[in-house]
Structure formats: C-alpha cells, structure tokens
C-alpha cells in the first residue's frame, strides 16, 4: 500500500494490538470508562470498538479496542479486522497514529514476536506490560530498561482490572504523539515459515537477555487442571456443573420470582380499585401488568443463569469445557472453536453468533451459525418455565430432584442434541471435508472479580428490563387493543374476545395448528411472539387476562385450560421455533446474505412442526389429551 | 498408546532422550521441540501443509521450546492439552504430527 492517507491531522488515534486474552479491553475499559466484555478466554473481543481518553492536559485522543491475535496474517474475520485496523486498510479510517501492544507480562514471548511484526507496520509502538501483578506475585524480573531499548519503545507496566498504569500509559502516549515521526508506508508483508521461525530465535534471544524466569510460578492452575481436566471425572463434573445450573435457575430464583408475582398482583388489584371501570383500567391492568409483568416475573431466573455464565467466563473454566466437549463436537462435524460460541448462546444467541468470528473456516463458520439459536437461549426460560409450572405435576424425585427441573433440563438438552444432530446432517449432505486444526489456549485460572461479576450482572438485567419496556410494552398495548376491539355486540353469547380481531385471527389460523394441539389463544400469542421468545409469555397474559382469567395467576389459568399434551407440544415448539427478529438479522449481517437467515427460518420452522406434532400426537395416544 | 522405551542415561541433558512426534506421545512427555515440519501425512488437515505449519508456528510450536504432554481427551486419547514454555495449548492430535520433538533422557 503506497497509496495510504496520512493519518488524519486533528484527533490523534491509537489502537490496542496483542495476543488473545491479554487484557486489551480491560485496558479499554479503564481508558475509556468503557463496559466491554471483559472475560479470561480467548476470543471475547471481535468487533473493533472506539472510545475516547482526554490527557492530564486537557487532550482527546481515540482509543480502537481490536480483537486479539497471534499474528497480523489475518486467518478468521476477527483477526482480519485487526490486521486492517493496524495497516490503515478499513474505509475510511487510516492507519493509528501510535500503536499500543498490550501484552500479558507473564506470557512474553510470542507478543514479542508479534512486535516485531507490528515494528514493519512503521507507526510508533508503545508497549504496555499488563497483568504486572500477576508477574509481580510470581516474582518475575524483567529488565525493562534494556528491553525497551532493544524493540525502541517506551514500556509502561500496566494492572488493566485495578486501572494501575493508566495515567503513566496515557502520559507515554502523549509524548510519542508530540514526536511522530514523518508518516511513513507500511513494509509489513506476510511471514513465510522461514521468517516466522527467524523472528520467534530474536523474539527467544530477547527473553533469554532481559526477563529472568518466575521465582514462584504459578501451579494452581496445574493442579486445578489435573481435576477439572480429568479424562472421567472432568467430563462428569462438567455434566454436575450444567446440571446444577439449571436446577439452580429453576428453583433458586423461586422465592424472588413469587415476591415480584405478588407485587404486580397488588399492584393490579391496586390499579382496578383506584380506576373506574372502563377501556383505560382494562389497558393498564390487562394489557401492561399482566402483560409485562409477567416477563419481568423472570427477572431473578435470568440473573441466576448469567450469574454462573459470568462465573464460568470469568474463571478461565470455559476454554476447559470446550477441551473436554472437542471430541463430542468433532464427532458432529462442528469446529473446536464452536465450543464457545454455542455456550454463550445460551445467554442469546446474538453474540453467541456474533463470536463465531474465530472460526476461520467459512463453512464451519456457517454451520455453527445455523444452530446457535437451538441453544436454549434465556428468552426461553420464560416461556419453559411458565408452561412447566403450569402443566408439569410438581414432584420430587429420588428424594431432591424436582420433575420439574428435569424436565427444564431435558428441554437444554433436547436443545443440545437436536444442534448436534442438525450439525451433522448438514456436514454430510451439503459440505464434505475436515474441519480446519483447532489450537486453543487454556488461560490460566483467575478468581473472578466480585465488582465485575455484580456490574455485569447489573448490565444484563438492565437489558432484560429495558427490553420488557421498549419491545414488549408496546406490543402488549397492541395486543391489548387486537384483542378488545371490536367489542362484542349487544346481545352477544359468546366470551367478548371471540369477536375481536386477535380472537378472530386466532380462530382463523386455528386450522394450522389444531394438528400440534394449539388453542385460538396459543396461536395468537405466536404472532408478536416472532419478535422475541418471551414476548408469548406476555401475550398470552394479556389475551386470559382480556378474556377474563386475571383473578388469578396466569400459571393457574393455563393449568386449567391447556391439556397436558398441548402444554408438551408449546414446549416443543419452543425448542425450535425461530421466534427471534433480532437473531435473524444479526445472521443477515453476519453472513452478508439473505439466503443464510432464510435458510435458517425454513429448517427452523419445520422442525418446530414436526416435534409439537409427534409430542401431541404422542401425548394424546398415551391419554394426556 | 505404548510410551516407548526411554535410552538410559545416567546424567540425562535435555532434550537428547528418544526423538518423535507429538501426535504419539503419551500424557507426561517432555522434552524440547526440534522441528516443526511441512510435511504432507496423508491426513486432511482442511489447510494445506505449509499453512498448517505457520499456525503451528505462530502458536508458538518452535524449534528449542520447552513441551510437556499435560492431559488428553477421555476419547480415544484426543486432544491434548500441551505445556509450551509458559503457556498451555489444546490441540487435536491429527494436527500435531508435524511436530518433532525430542524426550528428556531419563
Ligand atoms: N490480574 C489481572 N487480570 C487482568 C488484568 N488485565 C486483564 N485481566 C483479566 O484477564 C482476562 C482477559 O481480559 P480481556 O480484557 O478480556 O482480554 P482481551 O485481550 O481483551 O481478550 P480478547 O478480546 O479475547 O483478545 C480477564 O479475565 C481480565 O479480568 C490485569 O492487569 N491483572
Ligand atoms: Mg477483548
């Protein structure tokens, strides 16, 4: 590239460069006053994200968060937005001024050689020695003097997490930026394995002079591992693990989840005493409370869930799980890498799809995308767990599990079983051949931060709120009114719903769906139910509530009204419907194409058919209709 | 996997004991990497081999580095987790025959 603007000449930008997990967005983070994920696994970060730091005098410069690598020969679409980043190559944005390498101070050597790679790239390199208390405990000496001579930058020791450094960072910055030298066209070119092997004996000779090995290494993680590694009890604590998760997600959060039920009862009954009796008390308390409060009723379970995901990220445990899961997923065709990703979408499945840009191979890339939405999302939760306690007999089994959570923990795993499978149908039927080599680093463990663990969880549940509030409070008013109006005539027998526009779409459609076992009332809910999964849970609490259920609990009311086989159909439906707005334009943009979402909606509908028909039809054969 | 015989020395230096590749070596190997290679073994990789050697090599699999076999799979042996100077690394082990190394004599 000869070609390349210079760097534009108002606000100065710098980027952060380094191997995967280094604390480059923790850093970010404390720069910026950002909240990027921060989380002990390879491959958190995938988008380039911007902020900005002012400097002790006053000035602003534009801080780039990038996604970690190894090295600038860009391999999956992650790593090539940080080599184009670095080498000015994005539209419209040229190359950093000044390059901030972030490196791991325990873990030296191969940033070293990535510096020698980014020193071709020709802008100004600082380097900041991250996690220096970690190096500090372990007793490491490095001679940072001599180093920083060696590779000409300036080093500045770093503690991202507890924003030591940072001032000093920012100072470094400052002065390099009062001092850039003329712009100058990058001469980085890709490393042959010759090279690569050249530039790994300097980066070698570099450690052997100026670092001196940990006085006290660190073997926690060795000994962790020797368990949680295990080739038997590994794979069995991981199932514990999973296992108690979701118990804990079902029955733990059973005492706030009744508080929260019991105050939006009040607070119903509170609104029809203080309203007269009319369209607008039926607006407030059949449409918005029983609408919407029966999503945020889910509150606690979902802070349940992200609080053992945050845990899980945060320790360093999900790299392991992967490891002890590879031969599992090898065996469905999917990539070592899909691991991760599938994990998180059971979170969501957004950046569950989102964090498939590791993988470096397009077609494993794709299948992982294509199944990603049949994890059992938490969107889910309501709705499995609103059906569950309405149809399933509330028992205990062998003494301390409840049926109930099994059968929550069947529906995850009905989850897991169908990706695999719909994984492998895909290998064999539409693309042959081995998945690409799978090398993963396995970070060192780390205790997790408290303080992040709670601000975390305070984002998701401010996600959860916030998205009960914008999408789901307008489409109950919606429904609310679908389901009003119009008004039965005078003289009318029947329930007022049945001549509304919702009850009359519902019975319309009910042909459809009368073979899976869908009442008029489950089909209606289904239809803002494609925005988002849990948006059903709030629909069908508007229409009973319209329809004249609202004395009661909504669990109550399905209790009575919904068969057993057709409450297991809805469950089953929900193991696959494709109910989600958001995750299929997150695939469109993802895949840059229309025909991957498509594609996803079809298989996914189906599918969604198929197993409420067997369950129902199965159900009503064994006498549960 | 049978760990093959160890050559006796009574004052071992490193790195000298029995040379092979990683793809066979059992948990508790250790020894020094001597060579990373590009060699095409039959097997499909879904790269090629030179690629896979440069990943091999960014990841830091180089001539001279310290390599510890630390755990593998319950299933059929594989992947294994590896010890490479200070950091550790999952790998499958159809992706390691490239990798040469040579045994701590014992
Ligand atoms: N003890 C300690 N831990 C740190 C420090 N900086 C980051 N961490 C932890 O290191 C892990 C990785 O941090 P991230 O900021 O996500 O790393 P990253 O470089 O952005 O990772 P990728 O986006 O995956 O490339 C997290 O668990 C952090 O809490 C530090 O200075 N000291
Ligand atoms: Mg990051």
């Known amino acids: 590239m000869t070609t390349a603007p210079a760097p534009h000449p108002g606000l100065a930008r710098i980027a952060l460069v380094g191997n995967p997990n280094c604390g480059k967005t923790a850093l970010f983070n404390a720069l910026t006053g950002a909240r990027q994920k921060v989380a002990n696994y390879a491959g958190v970060t995938v988008e380039r994200k911007e902020g900005a730091v002012v400097t002790a005098s006053g000035r602003h410069i534009q801080v780039l968060d990038l996604p970690g690598t190894y090295s600038l020969r860009a391999r999956s679409p992650d790593e090539a937005v940080t080599r184009d980043a670095v080498l000015g190559r994005l539209a419209g944005e040229a ?15 191969l940033v070293l050689r990535l510096i020698l790679e980014l020193k071709a790239v020709g802008r100004p390199l600082v380097l900041a020695l991250n996690m220096y208390d970690i190096a500090q405990r372990q007793g490491l000496k490095i001679d940072l003097e001599g180093l920083s001579r060696e590779i000409g930058a300036p080093i500045v020791t770093t503690v991202a997490t507890r924003r030591r450094g940072i001032e000093d960072l920012v100072a470094r910055v400052e002065e390099v930026l009062a ?5 100058q066209a990058s001469e980085w070119r890709e490393l042959d394995a010759g090279q690569i092997k050249a530039a790994h004996r300097q980066a070698q000779n570099l450690m052997r002079a100026h ?27 991981l199932l514990v693990l999973l296992l108690v998760m979701f118990q804990a ?16 009862g009040q607070l119903a009954s509170g609104v029809a005493a203080a309203l007269p009796e009319g369209l607008l008390r039926g607006l407030v308390a059949d449409g918005v409370i029983a609408g919407v409060g029966s999503v945020l009723v889910f509150l606690p379970q979902i802070l349940v869930l992200f609080f053992f995901i945050i845990l899980l990220e945060d320790s360093g445990y999900m790299a392991r799980a992967a490891f002890l899961m590879d031969r599992i997923m090898g065996g469905a065709g999917l990539h070592g890498r899909a691991f991760i990703p599938l994990l998180s979408s059971f979170a969501c499945a957004i950046p569950g799809i989102m964090s498939t ?10 299948t992982t995308i294509l199944i990603a939405p049949l994890m059992t999302c938490s969107a889910r939760i309501p709705v499995y767990t609103l059906i569950i306690g309405a149809v399933v007999p509330q028992k205990t089994l062998w003494g301390f599990a409840s049926l109930q959570g099994l059968v929550m923990f069947g529906l995850y795993a009905a989850g897991i079983f169908s990706a695999l ?7 064999k039927v539409f693309w042959r051949g081995v998945s690409e080599p799978f090398m ?12 992040n663990v709670l601000r975390s969880l305070w984002m998701r549940g401010a996600i959860f709120v916030k998205r009960a509030g914008r999408v789901i409070l307008p489409l109950m008013v919606l429904v609310w009114f679908l389901s009003t109006f119009p008004e039965a005539p005078i003289g009318a027998t029947g329930p007022a719903i049945d001549y509304s526009l919702a009850g009359r779409i519902g019975h319309a459609l009910a042909p459809i769906f009368a073979p899976i076992g869908f009442n008029w009332q489950m089909t209606v809910a289904l239809i803002p139910g494609m925005a988002a999964r849990e948006v059903a849970v709030a629909a069908l609490g508007t229409v009973y509530a319209v329809g004249g259920g609202a004395a009661t609990s909504l669990a109550a009311t399905l209790h009575q009204s919904w068969s057993l086989a057709s409450g297991l159909a809805f469950l089953a439906w929900y193991v696959f419907a494709p109910q989600c707005v958001a995750t299929l334009a997150v695939v469109r943009r993802e895949t840059n194409s229309w025909r991957w979402p498509v594609i996803m909606f079809a298989y996914m509908i189906a599918l969604a058919y198929g197993a409420a028909f067997i369950v129902y039809q199965s159900a009503v054969a064994l006498g549960a209709g | 996997m049978t760990a093959p015989i160890p050559t006796p020395d009574l004052n071992p230096p490193k790195g000298e004991g029995v040379r092979m590749r990683l793809r066979d070596a059992p948990v508790g190997t250790h020894g020094v990497i001597v060579d990373v290679q590009a060699e095409i073994d039959g097997l499909d990789h879904g790269v090629d081999a030179g690629e896979l050697q440069r990943r091999l090599l960014e990841f830091g699999f180089v001539e001279g580095a310290r390599i510890e076999v630390i755990h593998e799979g319950g299933i059929g042996h594989d992947p294994i987790a590896v010890k490479l100077d200070d950091m550790r690394i999952a790998l499958r082990r159809r992706d390691a025959g490239d990798i040469m190394i040579a045994q701590d004599a014992r």
């Open chain 1, 357 to 366: 840009r590791v993988i470096d191979n397009r077609r494993d890339r794709l």
């Open chain 1, 95 to 109: 190359a950093p001024d000044v390059v901030v390498c972030v490196a791991d101070a325990t873990n030296l050597r």
């Open chain 1, 249 to 264: 997600v079902f029955t733990g959060a059973a005492p706030a989840m009744d508080l929260i039920d019991r105050g939006f």
């Open chain 1, 421 to 427: 499978a719909v994984s492998l149908v895909m290998r």
């Open chain 1, 211 to 237: 670092v001196r090995p940990p006085e006290r290494p660190d073997t926690l993680t060795g000994r962790i591992d020797s368990v949680l590694l295990h080739p038997v009890w590994g794979m069995g604590l």
């Open chain 1, 179 to 183: 001092d850039l030298p003329p712009f």
């Open chain 1, 440 to 451: 993963m680093e396995l970070p060192t463990y780390k205790a997790p931060d408290p303080l």
